[in-house]
């Protein structure tokens, strides 16, 4: 099992720009989500699904969209980047989201926004 | 909203010292409650929890113990390794998962 995988790895953009960020996992998890990373905040929800064909917003939402169109595949879009939204991003799932229930993290996205 | 206070780091210590990096959960609910570690490179992995008073998680030396009463969930390892070297997440969940600034630790051979 590869479990959570995310592409690309790295990505430089200039502001403006739009990308696509993907994540994939094969353990048949109902939940995924999208957090960002910045230094000294932890980690703050952008967005999350609790099964194919849902998504819905987490604590910074303002900026992004996602889509969940197969069950293993959650796609994170910047429409038009900013600088603000330089950070790492790290997707995660999970089977279910019941008490003591763990996340599964990718490696992470290093984006710079130019 | 919940919040999770964590110990700031960063956290040097020698090989063979005793850690300890406080924990504690504000919330409405009764949370369950995480260490996740970040090694370099990576994404984090879940390193103990606990979903009720006086659970005690451990792994890998690791150990950390539920107090209800104060809501807290320090992590302890009698004896840190240059391999313990990563950053330490603390996190809640009684409706989302929150997580703590993250507390950088390096362990000097």
């Known amino acids: 099992n590869a479990g959570v995988t995310q592409t690309p790895k790295f990505r430089v953009l200039k502001t403006g720009q739009s990308m696509t960020l993907l994540c994939a996992q094969d353990?048949?998890?109902?939940?995924m989500y999208w957090y960002r990373q910045d230094p000294g905040m932890g980690l703050r929800l952008i967005h999350y699904?609790?099964?194919?064909?849902?998504?819905a917003k987490g604590e910074v939402p303002d900026g992004y969209n996602v889509s969940r169109l197969k069950k293993q595949n959650f796609l994170l879009g910047l429409e038009s980047a900013a600088p603000s939204q330089t950070s790492v991003y790290f997707c995660?799932?999970?089977?279910?989201?019941?008490?003591?229930?763990?996340?599964?993290f990718g490696p992470g996205t290093r984006l710079t926004v130019l | 909203g919940d919040s999770v206070t964590q110990m700031e780091g960063p956290v040097t210590l020698s090989e063979e010292a005793f850690l300890t990096i406080n924990c504690t959960y504000t919330a409405t609910g009764y949370p369950s409650l995480f260490w996740y570690v970040q090694y370099p490179g990576e994404g984090l992995q879940l390193l103990l929890k606990a979903t009720k008073a006086d659970d005690k998680g451990s792994n890998k030396g690791f150990e950390a113990t539920y107090r209800k009463e104060t809501t807290s969930f320090h992590l302890e390892k009698g004896s840190v390794q240059v391999s313990d070297s990563a950053v330490y997440f603390c996190a809640g969940s009684a409706r989302q998962l929150t997580f703590g600034s993250g507390t950088q630790l390096t362990v000097l051979p």
């Open positions: 699904s609790v099964g194919e064909g849902t998504t």
């Open positions: 995660a799932s999970s089977p279910s989201s019941g008490r003591g229930v763990e996340q599964f």
């Open positions: 353990m048949n998890h109902e939940y």
